[in-house]
């Protein structure tokens, strides 16, 4: 019991227990309170330095979880598949492929290495990733031509014609480089994209002209 001052200036005795229930609950209130306002206030602080940390791009990926390289490959990885058949250069022959222009050297260094042409896909003037119109092999010491790489191939007037002169053609993302004529080939103007899926190439796999390629050893084919 604690003592406090009466009215009539003396001391009563005063029950200490609802006054320590008073405490007690505003204490709980008053904890409870800050413990709930400090929660959000970290909650709000880790959410704003995730969004800061993310990219727009990831934020995109994150709306779509379906866009990834996981399920749409790219033209190296598409070319593989559709071109391992063709390790053996026999198999490309028996699909119609067939040996033109020798070995396409570089004009300062690399080359383009052996072109076995499937004429009625040139004609077609039809782009597929899965079916490239040309097959492209570099010669070895050995006799037995080593794939590495394909090449894809229109004619410049044709797919103009087809396509309201949209310009070269794109495929999964790559722009066609364009050959005029008159060229060494001897072909009319065309488009074209090599791929070199099977022998990296230093400066890039969808370049002309692959640096570490040779026509050395076509001499003794």
Not at 13 to 36: C, D, E, H, Q
Not at 130 to 138: A, D, G, K, N
Request: aromatic share 12%.
């Amino acid at each position: 019991m604690l003592d406090s001052i009466a009215p009539e200036g003396g001391f009563r005795s005063v029950n200490p227990a609802p006054l320590a229930r008073y405490f007690t609950l505003f204490a709980k209130g008053f904890f409870a309170m800050k413990i709930a306002g400090l929660a959000k206030l970290f909650l709000a602080s880790m959410l704003a330095m995730l969004l800061v940390g993310l990219s727009p791009a990831a934020l995109a990926q994150a709306g779509h979880p379906h866009n990834t390289s996981a399920t749409q490959p790219d033209l190296l990885q598409v070319v593989r598949d559709n071109t391992a058949k063709y390790q053996d250069v026999a198999a490309a022959e028996g699909d119609g492929y067939q040996l033109l222009f020798g070995c396409v050297s570089g004009p300062d260094s690399g080359a383009m290495g052996l072109h076995y042409v499937n004429l009625s896909l040139v004609a077609s003037g039809v782009v597929d990733a899965t079916r490239p119109q040309i097959i492209i092999y570099e010669p070895q010491p050995n006799g037995r031509p080593k794939l590495i790489g394909a090449d894809f191939l229109v004619f410049k007037d044709q797919w103009d014609a087809a396509h309201n002169n949209s310009g070269a053609p794109q495929l999964m993302g790559q722009l066609f480089h364009e050959f005029d004529a008159p060229n060494r080939f001897g072909l009319p103007s065309f488009y074209t994209l090599h791929v070199w899926a099977w022998k990296e190439s230093p400066t890039g796999p969808f370049v002309n002209w692959h640096q570490n390629v040779s026509c050395q050893s076509f001499v003794a084919q």
